[in-house]
Nanobody, 122 residues
Framework: QVQLVESGGGQVQAGDSLELSCVAS?????MGWFRQEPGEEREFVAA????????IYADSVKGRFIIDRDNAVNTMYLRMNSLKSDDTAVYYC??????????????????WGQGTQVTVSS
């Protein structure tokens, strides 16, 4: 059973930076970040493949967010820069036991964290 635990959320001002972490209980392959606002569907943010060599981003965060991972400690990160009020959401970590390129579809992932709230005040 794979368990994912996110941390690093909080309340910041527009323009600030924040880093999220996701620790997996075991080695996992594809990993990604998604976010969700109340009443909305879960939205893709960023993902990387098992090696971290393939990284993809949603257009809304490209150039501002950076996804990274350290397989030695089963941890994935999301560095969020130049935060905007539109980035306010619950952020979820996801993992899948699949090789191949990074994937952006939620149904590709079989494991999810509990979520961490990010609130950006303008």
């Amino acid at each position: 059973q794979v368990q994912l635990v996110e941390s690093g959320g909080g309340q910041v001002q527009a323009g600030d930076s924040l880093e999220l972490s996701c620790v997996a209980s075991v080695s996992v392959y594809a990993m990604g970040w998604f976010r969700q606002e109340p009443g909305e569907e879960r939205e893709f943010v960023a993902a990387c493949n098992w090696s971290g060599g393939d990284r993809i981003y949603a257009d809304s965060v490209k150039g501002r967010f950076i996804i990274d991972r350290d397989n030695a400690v089963n941890t994935m990160y999301l560095r969020m820069n130049s935060l905007k009020s539109d980035d306010t959401a619950v952020y979820y970590c996801a993992a899948a036991m699949i090789y191949g390129p990074a994937v952006s579809r939620p149904n590709e992932y079989g494991y999810w964290g509990q979520g961490t709230q990010v609130t950006v005040s303008s």
